[in-house]
């Protein structure tokens, strides 16, 4: 991750500036990028029919869901928590659930990937919200196995990486700021209100205008 | 409140990133039930979003899929929901528990046909401040009584009926929410199948009493099932740093039986669910500290006896 995700407030970077970027891709079936939204339009909904056979207890098409889906998992999670150790944790919580309840997924309702990935946030951002509920963080020694800075910078530059940033770049800097800050930062709309210092009828407004400007230049199902 | 100022249409993004606070998520699946152009919208936002956790993507260690296929190996996986089943409420009535009836997880109205919800289940995961619709089962000076016991032949088949309306209300709202809520769900189904149970069953009794300030709150409790099912309506709100406490006092001791955030006045609190009553126990409301006290620290609101019959 870099700071372009995690201080969303600096820039008009997008989600991931440097690193990455410009880098060959590596392919293979474990590319963090990997089956992105680039392979997520109905009805080839290739994932979705993966998640029919995961459904089955088919665990050959978990392992291809596995590996096209957990590299966004974790990158979202952490992009949230930050935390490597908790997002390590949150992120198998998430795969699990893909296990668990594939037979839930109900393609009518929208692309598999938009399915994984809103349990993935969703999960990131309930943790978030106990953990300042409880208002005591857990400090957590630095147990995790991986050096994600390394990481950012061997992952491979996907076209979507590179199409999400220039989308991100074309909203205007409120919107920007409002849909990073509640997409990558898990607050609310009023925390967002909060943090930008301005009324949540302005933030909702910015949020919406932002993520519909998104949602048409990605050109995404709807 | 604010939410009602303002266009519900304008929270579809803020819903669609998990940015809508539990009071406000609630009102709007209520909307959304209602409003086909916004779960389009949402739908929409959603794969948008799902690109931005895609430009977020980092390469997981080997280890990390080692353990997740591991994990995935040695898990049982839920059954697909249920959406052939009839509304089993409409079954509800007046029945006394059986294995048949009970022995499965239970399902509400199946919604699927709208297209957008996966059918219902039960309760829907919500707060006790998602209860603002006030299906206005309680409160209803007419059949309710005032505050002291009531014969539980007549209540009993009202009882049913206003608790399918309630649940049918909540169907509604849990229907419209889409991804990530089976977890709540899975919780709500064991809740849902218990307070059918104490509703049900042969002993059951219903009292209702006075908040002392301000608000009512009514039990219907079984001894035969050791539980009791809490509601109350009206309560008077308390500042952030206050919530109510329930509790179970009597000889087996003081328990805590659960905390209920009033963010408005005149909200409908519950059901909530006591198991594990034992003979002799009164049920108790405090107010307490935001984040709830292991024992009660201040005068109850309410106090009340679980007279058992036999």
Same mark, same amino acid.
């Given at each position: 991750?870099?700071?372009?995700?995690?201080?969303? /407030?600096?820039?008009?970077? #997008? !989600? =991931?500036? @440097? *690193? &990455? +970027? %410009? /880098?060959?891709?590596?392919? #293979? !079936? =474990?590319? @963090? *990028? &990997? +089956? %992105?939204?680039?392979?997520?339009?109905? !009805?080839?909904?290739?994932? &979705?029919?993966?998640?029919?056979?995961?459904?089955?207890?088919?665990?050959?098409?978990?392992?291809?869901?596995?590996?096209?889906?957990?590299?966004?998992?974790?990158?979202?999670?952490?992009?949230?928590?930050?935390?490597?150790?908790?997002?390590?944790?949150?992120?198998?919580?998430?795969?699990?659930?893909?296990?668990?309840?594939?037979?839930?997924?109900?393609?009518?309702?929208?692309?598999?990937?938009?399915?994984?990935?809103?349990?993935?946030?969703?999960?990131?951002?309930?943790?978030?919200?106990?953990?300042?509920?409880?208002?005591?963080?857990?400090?957590?020694?630095?147990?995790?196995?991986?050096?994600?800075?390394?990481?950012?910078?061997?992952?491979?530059?996907?076209?979507?990486?590179?199409?999400?940033?220039?989308?991100?770049?074309?909203?205007?800097?409120?919107?920007?700021?409002?849909?990073?800050?509640?997409?990558?930062?898990?607050?609310?709309?009023?925390?967002?209100?909060?943090?930008?210092?301005?009324?949540?009828?302005?933030?909702?407004?910015?949020?919406?205008?932002?993520?519909?400007?998104?949602?048409?230049?990605?050109?995404?199902?709807? | 409140?604010?939410?009602?100022?303002?266009?519900?249409?304008?929270?579809?993004?803020?819903?669609?990133?998990?940015?809508?606070?539990?009071?406000?998520?609630?009102?709007?699946?209520?909307?959304?039930?209602?409003?086909?152009?916004?779960?389009?919208?949402?739908?929409?936002?959603?794969?948008?979003?799902?690109?931005?956790?895609?430009?977020?993507?980092?390469?997981?260690?080997?280890?990390?899929?080692?353990?997740?296929?591991?994990?995935?190996?040695?898990?049982?996986?839920?059954?697909?929901?249920?959406?052939?089943?009839?509304?089993?409420?409409?079954?509800?009535?007046?029945?006394?528990?059986?294995?048949?009836?009970?022995?499965?997880?239970?399902?509400?109205?199946?919604?699927?046909?709208?297209?957008?919800?996966?059918?219902?289940?039960?309760?829907?995961?919500?707060?006790?401040?998602?209860?603002?619709?006030?299906?206005?089962?309680?409160?209803?000076?007419?059949?309710?009584?005032?505050?002291?016991?009531?014969?539980?032949?007549?209540?009993?088949?009202?009882?049913?009926?206003?608790?399918?309306?309630?649940?049918?209300?909540?169907?509604?709202?849990?229907?419209?929410?889409?991804?990530?809520?089976?977890?709540?769900?899975?919780?709500?189904?064991?809740?849902?199948?218990?307070?059918?149970?104490?509703?049900?069953?042969?002993?059951?009794?219903?009292?209702?009493?006075?908040?002392?300030?301000?608000?009512?709150?009514?039990?219907?409790?079984?001894?035969?099932?050791?539980?009791?099912?809490?509601?109350?309506?009206?309560?008077?709100?308390?500042?952030?740093?206050?919530?109510?406490?329930?509790?179970?006092?009597?000889?087996?001791?003081?328990?805590?039986?659960?905390?209920?955030?009033?963010?408005?006045?005149?909200?409908?609190?519950?059901?909530?669910?006591?198991?594990?009553?034992?003979?002799?126990?009164?049920?108790?409301?405090?107010?307490?500290?935001?984040?709830?006290?292991?024992?009660?620290?201040?005068?109850?609101?309410?106090?009340?006896?679980?007279?058992?019959?036999?």
């Amino acid at each position: 991750m870099t700071e372009g995700q995690r201080e969303p /407030r600096r820039g008009p970077a #997008g !989600p =991931r500036p @440097a *690193g &990455g +970027a %410009g /880098r060959a891709a590596r392919g #293979g !079936p =474990r590319g @963090a *990028g &990997g +089956a %992105g939204f680039e392979g997520r339009r109905a !009805p080839g909904d290739e994932l &979705g029919d993966l998640l029919a056979s995961v459904a089955r207890g088919d665990q050959d098409a978990y392992t291809a869901v596995y590996d096209r889906t957990s590299g966004q998992v974790l990158g979202m999670v952490l992009a949230v928590l930050r935390d490597p150790a908790q997002s390590e944790e949150v992120a198998q919580e998430v795969m699990l659930d893909v296990w668990r309840s594939a037979s839930r997924f109900n393609p009518d309702l929208g692309t598999a990937s938009a399915w994984v990935m809103t349990l993935a946030h969703r999960r990131a951002v309930d943790r978030v919200r106990s953990e300042t509920k409880s208002s005591e963080r857990e400090r957590r020694v630095a147990t995790s196995s991986i050096a994600y800075d390394e990481v950012a910078e061997a992952v491979e530059a996907s076209l979507d990486r590179e199409r999400v940033r220039r989308c991100l770049g074309s909203l205007t800097p409120l919107q920007r700021e409002s849909v990073t800050l509640a997409y990558y930062g898990g607050y609310t709309y009023r925390q967002v209100a909060d943090l930008l210092g301005l009324s949540t009828g302005t933030v909702k407004t910015r949020m919406r205008d932002g993520l519909i400007r998104l949602r048409d230049c990605l050109g995404v199902d709807q | 409140m604010r939410f009602r100022r303002s266009d519900p249409h304008t929270l579809a993004a803020a819903y669609a990133m998990d940015a809508v606070p539990p009071p406000d998520q609630a009102r709007f699946e209520r909307h959304l039930a209602g409003c086909d152009s916004c779960r389009q919208e949402v739908r929409g936002l959603r794969e948008a979003t799902a690109a931005l956790a895609a430009a977020a993507a980092v390469d997981p260690p080997a280890a990390f899929r080692d353990a997740a296929l591991r994990a995935a190996a040695q898990t049982r996986q839920l059954p697909p929901a249920d959406s052939a089943s009839p509304a089993r409420w409409a079954t509800f009535r007046g029945r006394r528990r059986s294995a048949e009836g009970y022995g499965r997880p239970a399902r509400g109205y199946d919604l699927s046909a709208g297209g957008y919800g996966r059918p219902a289940e039960g309760f829907g995961g919500r707060r006790s401040d998602g209860w603002s619709g006030r299906p206005g089962w309680l409160g209803r000076a007419g059949w309710l009584g005032r505050a002291g016991w009531l014969g539980w032949l007549g209540w009993r088949s009202r009882l049913v009926v206003a608790l399918a309306c309630v649940l049918a209300a909540v169907a509604v709202a849990a229907g419209v929410t889409t991804y990530g809520m089976q977890d709540r769900l899975d919780q709500a189904q064991r809740r849902d199948l218990t307070v059918a149970a104490v509703l049900t069953a042969s002993d059951a009794t219903m009292m209702s009493v006075h908040v002392t300030t301000g608000g009512t709150a009514t039990v219907v409790m079984s001894h035969r099932e050791r539980a009791l099912v809490f509601t109350a309506a009206d309560l008077r709100a308390l500042p952030g740093a206050r919530v109510y406490e329930l509790w179970l006092m009597g000889p087996a001791g003081t328990r805590p039986a659960g905390m209920i955030t009033v963010s408005g006045h005149g909200r409908m609190v519950g059901p909530m669910v006591v198991s594990g009553l034992a003979v002799g126990d009164k049920v108790g409301l405090t107010v307490e500290p935001a984040a709830g006290s292991p024992r009660p620290t201040s005068t109850p609101v309410l106090m009340l006896s679980l007279t058992f019959s036999s």
